[in-house]
């Protein structure tokens, strides 16, 4: 039987174009599920603790809110590296001495400047070797809330001091400084949801150390806010009050400072059950040391 050629071609049509939708919604629904998949990185390094039930077993927590090169973490499991180092009575107090830290102590820290990642996922990777627990973020800056990429983090150009200003506060820098997006948390519901959920919570104390260059402004006041900074055994703050002339925001510094402050005095003064505890102190001593990681 002859069939018209205007059906052949008219099948033919039908046949491209169906294959043409076909393949549309293939390639359609693969890059719905990459651009899924990339989105989902930052939340993905966010979450992953809570995934593994992390904190579980930590009796103890030290958070390291801007940790740069590691070497806080590190005076806390290896404080003999460290002799004039200034945390040292805090951690003898709070944690015990070291020969106790490994069995009761997770070190968690955050810096999401690129340069440093390298490092500190040695870091992370050497030292849960050996049995020490330690968490590092490196793509994630704490905030007053979570929010996937979206927020630049800025270098302050001096890589001879390990950029130890770097931060999520744009303050004028020079575009040649913007060192990528980073993803943020919420430090409230990280102390509030993780670190005070855990099993051995009752037993355990909690130290924070911060030094995020001009972010304890929204932070610290969130902390406050939802009752998760009276839950801290220990804070250490250093203030970064030199903002307070470059941005409007900035000038609330002091007013943010001078509120915690108060609040803190007359949460000890009267003895209150929540009282705030807190240091104005950074302990920078060490900072660009480069001691090698213990080999196990």
């Known amino acids: 039987m002859n069939i018209p050629r205007a059906e052949v071609r008219r099948g033919l049509l039908l046949l491209i174009f169906s294959f043409i939708?076909?393949?549309?919604?293939?390639?359609?629904?693969?890059?719905w599920r990459i651009e899924n998949i990339?989105?989902?990185?930052?939340?993905?390094?966010a979450t992953n603790q809570n995934d593994r039930n992390w904190f579980s077993d930590c009796t103890h927590v030290y958070l390291d809110v801007g940790t740069n090169i590691g070497v806080q973490i590190r005076k806390v499991f290896e404080p003999h590296l460290y002799p004039e180092a200034k945390m040292h009575p805090y951690f003898n107090k709070h944690f015990g001495g070291p020969e106790y830290r490994k069995s009761r102590v997770c070190a968690i820290g955050f810096e999401p400047n690129?340069?440093?990642?390298?490092?500190l996922k040695e870091l992370e990777s050497k030292y849960n070797r050996c049995g020490y627990r330690v968490k590092i973020f490196t793509k994630t800056a704490v905030s007053a809330f979570t929010q996937k990429g979206g927020m630049d983090f800025w270098s302050d150009g001096q890589e001879e001091s390990n950029e130890l200003g770097g931060t999520i506060v744009k303050v004028g820098q020079?575009?040649?400084?913007?060192?990528?997006?980073?993803?943020?948390?919420?430090l409230s519901d990280l102390v509030l949801n993780q670190v005070n959920k855990r099993n051995k919570s009752e037993d355990g104390v909690v130290l924070l150390k911060m030094d995020i260059e001009g972010s304890e402004?929204?932070?610290?006041?969130?902390?406050?806010l939802?009752?998760?900074l009276s839950t801290i055994n220990l804070t250490f703050v250093e203030w970064h009050l030199q903002f307070k002339d470059k941005i409007p925001r900035?000038?609330?510094?002091?007013k943010v400072k001078s509120l915690i402050e108060n609040t803190k005095d007359i949460s000890q003064k009267y003895r209150l059950k929540d009282a705030l505890h807190i240091l104005d102190?950074?302990?920078e001593t060490y900072y660009d040391s480069d001691f090698s990681l213990p080999q196990c």
Do not use: W
């Open 226 to 228: 939802t009752g998760a």
């Open 114 to 119: 690129p340069r440093f990642e390298k490092r």
């Open 21 to 31: 939708v076909c393949f549309y919604f293939l390639l359609s629904k693969h890059k």
């Open 250 to 254: 900035g000038r609330d510094m002091n």
């Open 281 to 283: 102190m950074d302990d």
């Open 38 to 45: 990339i989105s989902d990185k930052g939340r993905r390094e």
């Open 174 to 186: 020079n575009p040649s400084l913007n060192k990528g997006s980073v993803d943020l948390i919420r």
């Open 217 to 224: 402004l929204e932070v610290l006041t969130d902390l406050l």
